[in-house]
C-alpha cells in the first residue's frame, strides 16, 4: 500500500513553527528568515513534499501550467522552438503542456478545450495551417486566457505574437537569386488562405518588381504542402512555356520532397534548377543535394520570445482589468548559402 503525502502541517510540526510558515517559506516569502525558509525547505525535501496544485489554483488563481500547440513535434523547426518556450518556463517555474494540431482545425479546437479544462495560465499557439475560421481564438481573447501566437499567426487585430519577418526573407531569397544570374523564378509555396503564404508571395513580388522584372502569376503555385500537392505543382511549371531556372519554396521540406520529384520526373526543366527555401533544417548538412540557401527563422529564438511575453502576458492580466493592448515582436531571417553556383 502506498503511503501517504505528506503535508505543510506535518512540516509545521517537525520544524516548530506555523502551517502559513512553512506555506511562506516554500515560496521564499521574505518575513520568513533565511536560517528558517532554509529548514522548512530541507525537512520539505527529506519527506518528498510536493505542492498541492489544485490548493495553489484556488489560493492564487493560477496554476504555473501553459499550454504550448504546433502542427507537428516532428517538425525540427517546432521541436527547437519548444526547447526555446521550456527553457524560458523552468526559469520561472512554469510546466508546459505540449499538443499537436496535425494541421488540423477541428484537432486545434479538441486541443484547446482540453487546455482550457486543464486551467492552463496561458497558451502559445502555431495555427494550423488550415484553419478558416478564427472564433475559437476570439472567445479566448474575450475570456481574457492570456494568448501569444508564433510562426504562423492568425490574421486578427489586437494580438500577442511573435513572428519571422517572411516578407523580408522571401525578398532576401529572391534578391540572391537575382545576383546568381536567375531571371525566371518559380514560388512553390502554401495553402492561399494561410497568412504565411501571402507573406512569402508579397516578399516574392517585391523583390521582382524592384528589379524591373514583371510578374508572372503561372510562375506562382500554391499547393496544400503534400507530396502529391508539390508533384503537381512541379509538373505546372514543366507544362509552362517559361521554365524557371530556380524555385523558391515555402520551406525545406517542399525543397527537399521537389529535388525528389524533380530525380522522378523526366521534366524539361534544368537539371541544374537552383532552390531556395526557408526553416534552415540541420538536416541540410547531409543531404546529397541541399537547396542552395535556406533561410534561418530562429526557432529557438521564437520559442524564447513567446514564452517570456506570455509570462508578461499573465502578469499584466493580474493588474490591470482593461483589455491587454496588442504586442508584436519580429525576428529577421537570415539567408544561409549551403551551396555556391558555379
Request: charged share 25%.
Amino acid at each position: 500500500m502506498a503511503s501517504r503525502m505528506p503535508t505543510i502541517k506535518e512540516i509545521a510540526r517537525i520544524v516548530g513553527v506555523s502551517p502559513s510558515a512553512v506555506s511562506r517559506a516554500l515560496h521564499d516569502h521574505p518575513s520568513i528568515g533565511k536560517d528558517t525558509r532554509e529548514k522548512i525547505k530541507q525537512v520539505a525535501a527529506e519527506l518528498g513534499y510536493e505542492p498541492n496544485q489544485l490548493a495553489i489554483y484556488f489560493q492564487k488563481r493560477r496554476t504555473f501550467t501553459v499550454g504550448v500547440i504546433v502542427a507537428e513535434l516532428a517538425e525540427e523547426f517546432f521541436s527547437k522552438a519548444i526547447s526555446g518556450i521550456e527553457d524560458v518556463a523552468l526559469q520561472h517555474d512554469y510546466t508546459v503542456l505540449i499538443g499537436q494540431s496535425h494541421d488540423d482545425e477541428q484537432q486545434e479546437r479538441r486541443v484547446i478545450e482540453t487546455m482550457k479544462r486543464h486551467h492552463v495560465d496561458g497558451l502559445i499557439v502555431s495555427i494550423a495551417k488550415h484553419v478558416k475560421h478564427y472564433d475559437h481564438y476570439q472567445r479566448l481573447m474575450q475570456h481574457r486566457l492570456p494568448l501569444v501566437f508564433f510562426d504562423c499567426i492568425p490574421q486578427m487585430p489586437q494580438i500577442w505574437a511573435v513572428e519571422a519577418d517572411l516578407v523580408e526573407g522571401a525578398m532576401k531569397a529572391v534578391r540572391f537569386l537575382l545576383r546568381q544570374g536567375h531571371r525566371i523564378i518559380a514560388l512553390i509555396n502554401g495553402p492561399e488562405t494561410l497568412p504565411a503564404s501571402m507573406q512569402r508571395l508579397q516578399g516574392y513580388r517585391l523583390a521582382m518588381e524592384k528589379n524591373r522584372l514583371k510578374y508572372d502569376p503561372h510562375l506562382t503555385l500554391f499547393t496544400d504542402l503534400s507530396p502529391s500537392g508539390i508533384a503537381h505543382a512541379l509538373s505546372e511549371l514543366r507544362d509552362y512555356k517559361r521554365k524557371p531556372t530556380a524555385i523558391l519554396a515555402f520551406n525545406d521540406y517542399v525543397a527537399l520532397e521537389l529535388m525528389h520529384e524533380l530525380k522522378q520526373q523526366c521534366a524539361e526543366i534544368s537539371d541544374n534548377l537552383a532552390i531556395v527555401s526557408f526553416a534552415n533544417l540541420h538536416i541540410n548538412k547531409y543531404v546529397a543535394h541541399p537547396p542552395i540557401a535556406s533561410l534561418e527563422q530562429f526557432p529557438y529564438e521564437q520559442g524564447q520570445k513567446a514564452m517570456q511575453l506570455l509570462i508578461q502576458a499573465i502578469q499584466d492580466k493580474e493588474q490591470y482589468n482593461e483589455p491587454l493592448s496588442p504586442r508584436r515582436i519580429t525576428v529577421s531571417p537570415r539567408l544561409v548559402i549551403h551551396v555556391q553556383e558555379k
